[in-house]
């Protein structure tokens, strides 16, 4: 292929991904620019993130949304692709990429499907391949993410496109790092739901949690993916099931109910 004569930016968000985001970074260094937006990490991302770039920005974290778009106001070419700490970027989608940035008559924007690697296997099924994500290649200036704290959406004045080709992810190092980042996203899925005017109650948390399960695990053939898919859906049980139980406790105010002793 012919050397790029458009340039593309990378950004990458980043909090306490020392553990990750070396690979991430190592798998975009053919891009011309390369943005880590890093929410003051405590470990040593932003220190690793500075091997491989110079645009190293701190960015206070105030949900997905907003960081996102604090993210793009750093990036300064043409064409900007998204990629996250635990996906990598590989030869085919490079060379995707750059036949798309390069070609007058493409798309405003595009979704990368996403295969995962999980317990030792590629996912199949459980909602997890293809995985599309909001559209990661986009040109700057035609999509702006919407800024709630998690889950964020996304505006595009423009058209998309879908890319052939996939990029990898590793979500879950271990069974601990799934605990987790479902005990992080529950939290900001309760002040999200709060926001938008949600009643919380423990009923809603049983039967959101319980649907969760089913349709990954059923209606999604999360079955097919053995003990890898029984896992996964236990934890979207178990992130939809704290999600409606800590907007409860939100709303309730358990803790400030202190009955009297007998």
């Known amino acids: 292929m012919k050397p790029s004569t458009v340039k593309l930016s990378v950004y990458i968000i980043a909090y306490n991904d020392e553990d990750k985001i070396e690979e991430a970074l190592k798998s975009v260094a ?54 996250d700490t635990d996906e990598r970027c590989t030869a085919e989608v490079k060379e995707e990429i750059l036949r798309i940035i390069n070609d007058p008559q493409a798309a405003d924007a595009y979704f990368i499907p996403r295969r995962n690697l999980f317990m030792g296997r590629w996912i199949r099924h459980s909602g997890w391949y293809p995985n599309y994500r909001q559209p990661q290649l986009f040109r700057k200036g035609r999509m702006r993410y919407t800024e709630e704290l998690v889950h964020e959406g996304y505006t595009l004045d423009g058209r998309s496109g879908e890319m052939k080709s996939a990029i990898w992810q590793e979500p879950f190092r271990d069974l601990s790092q799934i605990i987790g980042k479902m005990d992080r996203y529950s939290k900001l899925g309760a002040q999200k739901l709060s926001e938008n005017g949600v009643r919380g109650s423990m009923a809603k948390a049983l039967l959101h949690g319980v649907w969760a399960f089913i349709r990954l695990y059923v209606f999604q053939f999360g079955f097919l993916d053995g003990w890898a898919g029984f896992i996964i859906a236990l934890g979207n049980f178990e992130g939809t099931f704290y999600r409606y139980a800590k907007l409860a406790e939100m709303q309730e105010r358990w803790n400030e109910r202190k009955p009297p002793l007998k």
């Open 30 to 83: 053919w891009a011309d620019e390369i943005v880590v937006a890093d929410s003051h990490s405590s470990d040593r991302t932003a220190e690793i993130a500075r091997r491989y770039t110079d645009k190293v920005v701190q960015i206070d974290f105030q949900g997905f949304g907003k960081l996102r778009n604090a993210a793009l106001v750093h990036c300064s070419h043409e064409w900007v692709f998204s990629l």
